[in-house]
């Protein structure tokens, strides 16, 4: 009897392990999160290069990018005559993982307070390259900023520092 016990529990041990060898299913379960890094965005999309044209920049004019590439302070020369032109030429580079799509203007440029009160002597003109283009991963593309006197000013000479910033988007990048 004893023998018979054995045999037939042998028998069912056989049969389970051909039974598991036979149909043996592996199920894997699990959870996958993909999101957005808008940190990696906005530290990799920035200026990298700021310039004013030739004959502002030896009247005074200056241009500045901050720290972290988010910013220009622009700076024009003395404006004293109808015409006259500073030109403020930056480069953007996208350094992200995405492709950067730009807004329409591409660069934002605010003037400091007092700025409105003499808006009617200066027209500010962005030169539209960038504006709703989309900039592809490890890019870089030119735009320019063009301030001109449009209005003679009698009164004190006034300073209006423009700061200028990045007005974009990240969209999906596949390669």
Partial sequence: MKKKKVGILLVVLLLAVGFAAVT???YING???????DEDFK???KFTAATVDAEAEAAGATAEISADGTTITFTTQDFD???DTAVLNYTITNNSSYKAE??????VCTATAEAEAY?????????????????D????DDDSLTVSMKKSYTGDAKTITYTCSIAVDAVEATN
Avoid: Q
Avoid at 102 to 107: E, I, L, W, Y
Avoid at 137 to 140: D, F, I, K, L, V
């Fill in 43 to 45: 530290k990799n999309v």
């Fill in 24 to 26: 043996t299913t592996l």
């Fill in 137 to 140: 991963r490890s890019a870089s």
């Fill in 102 to 107: 730009f807004d329409t203007p591409a660069v």
């Fill in 119 to 135: 808006a009617d002597y200066l027209t500010v003109t962005t030169g539209n390259a960038l504006d709703g283009t989309t900039l």
């Fill in 31 to 37: 959870t996958a999160t993909i999101k957005a890094n």
């Fill in 81 to 83: 005559t109808i015409g």
